[in-house]
């Protein structure tokens, strides 16, 4: 049984950092892509960030680029999410997923439907 489980969040002040991880069991994640999203309360996940297996490439959006770094241990089965300067904006339940494989090109890495598995989240509170 496939199963991410992510840790890492919690409640911080404006500025302040935390780094998200999210470890897989259950199969070898070294050829897949992984993507961090995030929700935010009555709002649809939307994708943060993601890196290819290799780690190679990285991908994120607008809001956090410069202030996030997403990054990769395979050996670990584990992908990071580190979060610096955090604001109140960025206050959501956040996750990891796994797409299968990789494959994901341009506009893939944002649809939520690309990807296989997902963690059960990690909430981020981010206060003012």
């Known amino acids: 049984q496939v199963q991410l489980v992510e840790s890492g969040g919690g409640l911080v002040q404006a500025g302040a950092s935390l780094r998200l991880s999210c470890t897989a069991s259950?199969?070898?994640?070294?050829?897949?892509?992984m993507g961090w999203f995030r929700q935010f309360p009555g709002k649809e996940r939307e994708f943060v960030a993601g890196?290819?297996?290799?780690?190679?490439?990285?991908y994120y959006t607008n809001s956090v680029k410069g202030r996030f770094t997403v990054s990769r241990d395979n050996a670990k089965n584990t992908v990071y999410l580190q979060m610096n300067s955090l604001k109140p904006e960025d206050t959501a339940v956040y996750y990891c997923?796994?797409?299968?494989?990789?494959?994901?090109?341009?506009?893939?890495?944002?649809?939520?439907?690309?990807?296989?598995?997902w963690g059960q989240g990690t909430q981020v509170t981010v206060s003012s």
């Open positions: 890196i290819t297996w290799s780690g190679d490439m990285l």
């Open positions: 259950g199969r070898t994640f070294s050829s897949d892509a």
């Open positions: 997923a796994d797409k299968v494989s990789g494959g994901l090109y341009g506009s893939r890495w944002w649809r939520e439907a690309e990807y296989d598995y």
